[in-house]
């Protein structure tokens, strides 16, 4: 192994009245420095846990994570100089002025009032950050707020950092922005670890993505090798509620040489993989007709990872309790 | 050093956010004023009571100073959670700032912010009367300083490990009013039955309210004075490192 963050057999569990949950169950990964890599799942899958592990602020029940070549649970103080760490909620001060915020952040990691100053005004140019840089962050619009989150998380120039959930209540357009900057982070040489439920985000934004759910992981590469997998285009069907639809469909599908495989979504969608949409679509249609089943809906999609999702979980992160950015 | 370099930064940053938003600096000041204006009037015709002798102020304004430690002490958890829910803490514990800092840090603001109240608190008392007795004054200072930091840490642990308002406002109510009841804050326990004077022993406030009485008349002599040492000394520090520890577990 050899990445900037390395993490073997992580284990963590809680006990919430009287029972015992495994929030993360022998995870395993190593993310290469200068990438951004993704942690991807619905809520509760285990992210956050496993983001708290690594940046020290929970401890590891069983296994073993290296960030920056230090151990997290032998040498946390060391591990702390050189991480950073932007949770969902930020943190910043509501009465101070992000100025205020960024200098407080900086002299705390021990650096010097005059190098923070410089650092500081290099900061706020970095994240669009000057032309609010005096007000109380109170006035900060979600947006702004979050870029200072951001900027909070990276004022002692860390080699990894770490997002958990940098965008969610964001509106398209702020979140677009943010992931410009957080490119712009990578293109810097920071290695940027974020957790997500958004689907768009994992990717548009990560190098490299890993599907957790249930607190193990499920697939892990990058967006457009984890959608190769699943092979071609994927057919979507939602079907009529006769009695026996299901069967006769099945009959159909498994009589189509062209489909490599079909999982069915908790809505009722069933999702059938092949090499060539285009052409596979019509050739079911007349299927379909000559077996006189008629359907609700037919659609063609290229892959999403939400297809990688219900391949490897037999559910769809849709379905999952997560939000979809749009 | 590290440990005071850190705390001083965090100091002055919980000082800055309540000089800019002072409203609650007046909602603190108010219990012990309202104590001294509506509370002292009371006790001018009961001059018979034991230990209530000369002036009633010498023997009531050393009680509202404990008191007010107490409280102060007792309400330091109340921007904890609201930090820890904003995940201001979480954020520092992230820094490679020392843990120790992280707990200090806001407790020596409010324990400069007591001192302050003492200040006026005494002013008024002198108005009205209150004899000063400047050396008894500073050794008090010193209990009042430790007292405060171990109220405080005891309550920035218990807002850390209860998480929300609901749970730490219960075990703070819980046990401010018998702690408060049980330490002769208003009138000596010795007024008291036996059994009462027993349960107080077992009860810190106690000790420095009987101190706090001896030291505003500067009487260093008698037990009241190195009792109250006895027990604060090492109540503080235990309440410092557990808090510290609870600090280094803290998630929101």
Known sequence: MSGVIEARELRKRFTARGNVVEAVRGVNFVVAPGEIFGFLGPNGAGKTTTLRMLTTLLAIDEGEARVAGLDVTAEPAKVRERIGYVSQLGGADNLATGRENLMLQGRLYGRERSHVAARVDQLLGLLDLASFADRTVKTYSGGQRRRLDVALGIVHEPEVLFLDEPTTGLDPQNRANLWTHVRGLRDRGVTVFLTTHYLEEADALCDRVMIIDDGTIVAEGSPRELKRDIVGDAVVLRLGDEDGASERVAEVLASAPFVHSTTQAEDGELHCYVDDGPAALPELLRRFDAAQIVLRGISLSEPTLDDVFLAKTGRSLRDSGAGVAV | ?????????????????????????????????????????????????????????????????????????????????????????????????????????????????????????????????????????????????????????????????????????????????????????????????????????????????????????????????????????????????WATRVYRRAVA
């Open chain 2, 1 to 241: 050093m590290k440990l005071v370099r850190d705390t001083g930064l965090l100091a002055w940053r919980r000082a800055q956010q309540l000089l800019r938003n002072p409203v609650w600096l007046f909602v603190s000041l108010t219990v012990p004023l309202l104590y001294l204006a509506l509370f002292t009037p009371l006790l001018k015709d009961i001059p018979a009571a034991p230990g209530l002798g000369g002036n009633v102020l010498d023997e009531f304004l050393p009680g509202i100073l404990a008191l007010l430690a107490f409280t102060s002490g007792a309400n330091a958890g109340f921007s904890t959670l609201f930090e820890l829910q904003a995940g201001v803490i979480e954020r520092l514990r992230v820094t490679p700032a020392s843990r120790l800092a992280l707990l200090l840090g806001p407790l020596v603001t409010g324990m400069v912010s007591m001192f302050v109240f003492d200040l006026l608190l005494v002013a008024v008392g002198v108005a009205f009367g209150f004899d000063v007795h400047v050396p008894g004054l500073l050794v008090l200072a010193v209990l009042l300083a430790l007292f405060y930091l171990t109220m405080a840490a005891l309550s920035t642990a218990i807002a850390l490990l209860t998480k929300e308002i609901t749970g730490f406002a219960a075990v703070v109510n819980g046990v401010n009013l018998p702690l408060m009841l049980l330490a002769g804050v208003l009138l000596p326990i010795s007024l008291g039955p036996s059994w009462m004077g027993v349960l107080a022993h077992f009860n810190p406030l106690y000790y420095l309210v009987s101190a706090s009485r001896a030291l505003a008349l500067d009487v260093f002599s008698g037990g009241a004075l190195w009792q109250a040492f006895a027990v604060l000394t090492p109540l503080c520090a235990l309440s410092l490192a």
